[in-house]
């Protein structure tokens, strides 16, 4: 065991006793399982938005295919799969046809970490109910969300068009900027937990809800980690990216059929999968009392993850029918000016409050004092932006000078 | 614990297949960058080398130097890369016949000549360019990754890190002046009062 630190620290104990035939089989019935619950959970979501934002917005929604049009998703699927696969003259065939799958594969890999339930034994072989325990965890669903980046640019990009480029350079930015807000709250929680593992995270939160990290550290972290999540998975109301008014549809525009479907897949994937991560993170995952049923106990862990998560995934929606689209500037400005500082201040906290009383008082000190140099520096920046010493100048000013407006034209304007 | 303590003590068949495999991902990629034609397929190859670099860490067994490999080499940079590429609007049927510099494919042999020369030279007289499996020890008990890490940055190496911090928020503070500093004496020249973009006093629109 010494030296062995892959499975001291962390790890399935399904590789503890070496791997035969019977590990093998039930890693790969878990890789199955997993992907076939993360695309019914898809097209279960799909169907889910629509109908609640229908039912927000006072409409129907979609009744047609099966009951309560339950199977709509499904029938667009088919749909789009038929559909003529068509490529752009302009595009750069190669990326163009490589996007998409840099879009699902990362989304799919994010799933892997996640805990859906406890420790599960079966024909002598025990097993944690998620289909990857690797040591650094949390942070491969960092990694993994850096990637999908690419899908993005690189689809803007090859699709030779301007609208999908100007989407797709929105989006990275965008995508970029919140990242490090994102990682500097998983660092507050990798603090209370001493480890990047999905699955030490959710045992630390074991014991009751007052172990929850979203009451242990704070609830800031949690909004922190939410707004930031609802900008990485360009979600409304921080769809920029796809903001039809502007930019037609996004960078998506010149995609059709099933390269389109696979986008629209990777995105609703990722909310899904962020809400999981989000439970993971902050609200003990599937941690909930369990009863003492003979045979069932082992269903009860899977039953409240999926509470937990469907609740987020009404949170989502619930955003997207209610708050309208944040401009560009606004939210590099949130990203930027509000939530990363914020994030950094409060981590500071957490990691003073961790060693001692004092030391976290001192850190609070350091922060409000932070916070005002930081607050004054905005105030002599907006000042640069806006009046006489302007040294950028602003977007959207008059094209041409009055004297030529009136020159062109026949008199005075008519205002 | 069998397999992966022989992972960890020794070469293994697996072993061998992971090298290969990053190895094949990282000179393939590194070609790629030189012989692409196109500066976005040239980025999207420096992805591939900097992603068998992470899946080496990872056979090394360092996990969490192979994430961040991932987050801020594949994740950050390049997509700067491409930002700058994107923003240039490089043409994609760029001529590049012509060279700037006469003789460069000669000098460029002879240097990597040379280079790989003295790597193989130094590598049969000591083991580091070579690499080996857990350099630097062991690393017993839970969580030595990060621990082990953030142990010799913030105490060993603490002078180094805090340079490095320093050096890379001066490079950010000298962009952001440098980029200022143009924009700011166009608009004290052309843009003294009144409405931004037009001169009143010659009539002519600024930009």
């Not at chain 1, 009951?67 to 499904?74: A, E, K, N, V």
């Not at chain 1, 998975?233 to 796809?242: G, L, S, Y």
């Not at chain 1, 409000?368 to 640069?384: D, K, P, T």
């Not at chain 2, 180094?160 to 980029?179: K, Q």
């Amino acid at each position: 065991m010494s030296g062995n630190y892959l499975l001291t620290a962390a790890g399935d104990p399904l590789y503890a006793g070496g791997v035969d035939w019977a590990v093998v089989i039930i890693a790969l019935i878990k890789v199955l399982v997993a992907f076939g619950a993360l695309m019914g959970a898809v097209t279960m979501m799909i169907w889910f938005e629509r109908k609640v934002i229908s039912d927000m917005q006072s409409r129907i929604g979609p009744d047609r295919a099966g009951p309560w049009g339950i199977l709509q998703s499904l029938a667009d699927g088919i749909k789009l799969f038929f559909k003529e696969d068509l490529i752009p003259d302009q595009a750069d065939r190669f990326v163009f046809k490589l996007a998409p799958y840099l879009s699902v594969v990362p989304a799919l890999l994010v799933f892997t970490v996640i805990p859906i339930g406890g420790a599960v034994t079966v024909a002598g072989h025990t097993f944690e109910l998620q289909v990857a325990d690797p040591p650094i965890g949390i942070l491969l669903v960092l990694a993994m969300s850096a990637i999908g980046v690419y899908g993005i640019l690189l689809a803007g990009w090859s699709s030779g068009s301007k609208y999908p480029l100007m989407s797709a350079v929105r989006a990275s930015a965008q995508m970029i900027s919140y990242e490090a807000a994102l990682g500097m709250t998983v660092v507050t929680v990798v603090l209370v937990t001493g480890s990047l593992s999905t699955d030490t995270i959710v045992s630390s939160q074991s014991g009751g809800i007052m172990h929850w990290n979203v009451l242990r550290l704070g609830v800031v972290p949690f909004v922190l980690f939410m707004i930031a999540v609802v900008a990485e998975t360009n979600r409304p109301p921080f769809d920029v990216v796809e903001a039809e008014s502007e930019l037609v549809g996004g960078f998506n525009t010149e995609y059709s059929s099933i390269r389109f479907a696979m986008f629209y897949l990777a995105e609703f994937m990722n909310t899904i999968t962020m809400s999981a991560v989000m439970v993971t993170l902050f609200f003990g995952g599937p941690n909930g009392p369990v009863p003492n049923i003979a045979h069932l106990r082992w269903l009860f862990p899977i039953l409240w993850f999926l509470l937990k998560t469907v609740i987020f995934l009404y949170v989502f929606v619930w955003l997207r029918g209610a708050l309208p689209r944040l401009r560009y500037d606004r939210l590099m400005d949130l990203g930027w000016k509000r939530l990363i500082p914020a994030s950094l201040a409060w981590l500071l906290l957490v990691a003073g409050f961790l060693i001692s009383a004092w030391w976290g008082v001192a850190m609070a000190g350091a922060v409000i004092l932070a916070a005002m140099v930081l607050n004054r520096s905005f105030q002599l920046g907006s000042e640069l932006e806006i009046n006489d010493r302007a040294v950028l100048p602003p977007v959207g000013r008059r094209p041409l000078s009055p004297k030529l407006l009136r020159d062109s034209t026949d008199g005075e304007e008519s205002d | 614990m069998s397999t992966i303590s022989l992972l960890a003590s020794s070469a293994t068949l697996p072993d061998l297949f992971v090298f290969i495999a990053g190895a094949l991902m990282i000179v393939g990629g590194a070609v790629g960058v030189i012989v692409m034609r196109n500066p976005v397929h040239s980025a999207l190859s420096l992805i591939l080398t900097l992603f068998g670099i992470a899946v080496l860490f990872i056979e090394q067994q360092a996990n969490f130097l192979a994430a961040v490999q991932v987050i801020v080499y594949a994740g950050a940079i390049v997509v700067l890369f491409l930002f700058v590429i994107m923003f240039l609007g490089v043409d994609r049927n760029e001529e590049f016949s012509h060279e700037p510099l006469a003789g460069q494919r000669i000098l460029a042999v002879l240097l990597v000549l040379i280079v790989v020369a003295s790597i193989i030279a130094l590598g049969s007289e000591a083991h580091w360019t070579g690499g080996a499996h857990h350099v630097v020890g062991p690393t017993a008990g839970p969580y030595d990754n990060i621990n082990a890490l953030g142990r010799a940055i913030f105490t060993t190496y603490l002078f180094a890190f805090e340079a490095t911090a320093a050096l890379l928020i001066i490079a950010v503070v000298g962009a952001v002046v440098l980029a200022r500093r143009s924009g700011s004496t166009t608009s004290d020249e052309a843009l003294p009062t009144g409405e931004p973009g037009f001169d009143p006093e010659t009539e002519e629109v600024d930009r």
